[in-house]
Antibody
Framework: QAQLEQSGAEVKKPGTSVKISCKAS????????MHWVRQAPGQGLEWMAI????????SYAEKFQGRLTVTRDTSTSTVYMELSSLRFEDTAVYYC??????????????WGKGTTVIVSS | DIVMTQSPDSLAVSLGERATISCKSS????????????LAWYQQKVGQPPKVLIY???TRESGVPERFSGSGSETDFTLTISSLQAEDVGIYYC??????????FGQGTKVEIK
């Protein structure tokens, strides 16, 4: 069945960057969009970005414009999320989540286990 | 952006009793093009990622117990757990996918056992 395996936890200093990976398996990677969603400690879910693994096109939430980059490597069925100029408030669990649709993006039906990013001086 | 507001923020229900969560959107999430409400419900247990329960406002995801049901249209939606079980403890989120690519979630409702 479809699975998403995320890279391990990271501890970063303010002002630096973090790059997280999400490796897909069990389904046709190019077919389904992929989202990134984050969750700060004790907080709710916040949508960050979406990528079309087929063509590589992306859309980002406005608040992350300019410091968020999502890419993919079709040869390894992996999506990457890089967040730069890290701030203390970027401390969160970051999830990749597969979109359920191969036509028009909709809801998320498969989630990775999450990657904890701690921003600390 | 479409703002999703859930109520209550938390609720405690006795085992076997009904739990009801409300979700209101700041604008309609019904698309006339496909005649569907673009609304999903997720369950998140402690230390786990979210899991989709309901999509298109009322379609149960495969494998989700029948005690979970979704209803509503346009701006007002409800998630009902007909008979609460111990394993249903967690936080529940509604999410709109009408305004792609600006997905938004409700703030979450924490469900506990009374």
């Amino acid at each position: 069945q479809a699975q998403l395996e995320q890279s391990g936890a990271e501890v970063k200093k303010p002002g630096t960057s973090v790059k997280i990976s999400c490796k897909a398996s069990g389904y046709s990677f190019r077919t389904y969009y992929m989202h990134w969603v984050r969750q700060a400690p004790g907080q709710g879910l916040e949508w960050m970005a979406i990528i079309n693994p087929s063509g590589g096109s992306t859309s980002y939430a406005e608040k992350f414009q300019g410091r968020l980059t999502v890419t993919r490597d079709t040869s390894t069925s992996t999506v990457y999320m890089e967040l730069s100029s890290l701030r203390f408030e970027d401390t969160a669990v970051y999830y990749c989540a597969r979109d359920s649709s191969n036509i028009i993006p909709s809801y998320m039906d498969v989630w990775g286990k999450g990657t904890t990013v701690i921003v600390s001086s | 952006d479409i703002v999703m507001t859930q109520s209550p923020d938390s609720l405690a229900v006795s085992l076997g009793e009904r739990a009801t969560i409300s979700c209101k959107s700041s604008q309609s999430v019904f698309k006339s093009s496909n005649k569907k409400n673009h609304l999903a419900w997720y369950q998140q247990k402690v230390g786990q990622p979210p899991k989709v329960l309901i999509y298109w406002a009322s379609t149960r995801e495969s494998g989700v117990p029948e005690r979970f049901s979704g209803s509503g249209s346009e701006t007002d939606f409800t998630l009902t757990i007909s008979s609460l079980q111990a394993e249903d403890v967690g936080i529940y989120y509604c999410q709109q996918y009408y305004s792609s690519p600006k997905w938004t979630f409700g703030q979450g409702t924490k469900v506990e056992i009374k």
